[in-house]
């Protein structure tokens, strides 16, 4: 169970934390809910304490696993000529299983096709909102500025790019 002040990933939706919880009642069965706040977007959630979907809350990783997560965004081969259908699918269920290094694929592969060739209206949508779950949780975990990783990712694609 998380507290308040936790700092969390909804996967599909961002890294935020727990502004609070309360009791609500819903189809006449009262539950405890957190208060979550998503940070870059401003959305704010309430979610069951005792959430048993297959979407779970989960803690922000730490600095070390963060840096690990970045080296391995640098490193990451991708494959930009996936047809559009199979890659959203797989972009989706990537980003569903709120795995950072899952995300880290979304965004990079997605970053560098809209480079070379452009994004479809429904890839340019996934990059911003994998873009920006992946940016505020590594912001987070490295006590940094969202713009300031958005920055960095954007220079180990300009490298990527250039090679």
Do not use: C
């Not at 002040?5 to 309360?22: F, Q």
């Not at 779950?133 to 954007?154: P, S, V, W």
Request: net charge neutral.
């Amino acid at each position: 169970m998380f507290k308040v002040g936790d700092r969390i990933v909804y996967p599909m939706h961002g890294a935020g934390y727990i502004e609070g919880t309360e009791f609500q009642t819903v189809g006449g069965v009262q539950r405890e809910y957190y208060n979550i706040h998503i940070l870059g977007s401003n959305i704010r959630l309430k979610l069951p304490v005792d959430n048993t979907g297959p979407i779970r809350l989960r803690s922000v990783i730490d600095a070390k696993l963060a840096s690990n997560v970045l080296d391995y965004f640098k490193n990451l081969e991708i494959n930009t000529d996936v047809p559009w259908g199979k890659r959203y699918k797989e972009n989706m269920e990537r980003l569903k299983s709120g795995v950072p290094e899952e995300t880290a694929e979304v965004v990079k592969t997605l970053m560098i096709r809209d480079r070379e060739v452009g994004l479809s209206i429904g890839d340019r949508q996934v990059m911003l909102t994998a873009k920006n779950m992946f940016t505020a949780e590594l912001a987070l975990a490295l006590g940094k500025e969202h713009e300031e990783i958005q920055n960095l990712l954007k220079n180990i694609v300009d490298k990527a790019i250039e090679k």
